[in-house]
């Protein structure tokens, strides 16, 4: 697996957010297609929340890329 990680400035960002900010999503309705399908894995675990606060040290899982939030 392919690591990334995205540095944030704020206390969080949200899963959609994250999906198209690193590029693995072109537009908010792909990643919300894709969250809801259950191809995406917060912290190992399937994640169906598009507005999943994430916070530095959660990774998420997609297409064989791990994302890490620092």
Do not use: H, P
Not at 40 to 47: A, D, F, I, L, R
């Amino acid at each position: 697996m392919e690591n990334q990680q995205i540095k944030i400035t704020t206390e969080y960002i949200k899963l959609e957010q994250l999906l198209k900010l690193s590029s693995l999503c072109q537009t908010g309705g792909e990643a919300k297609n894709i969250i809801l399908d259950g191809l995406v894995k917060v912290n190992s675990e399937v994640c169906l929340q598009r507005g999943k606060k994430l916070r530095t040290g959660d990774k998420v899982e997609l297409f064989e890329k791990v994302l890490e939030v620092v």
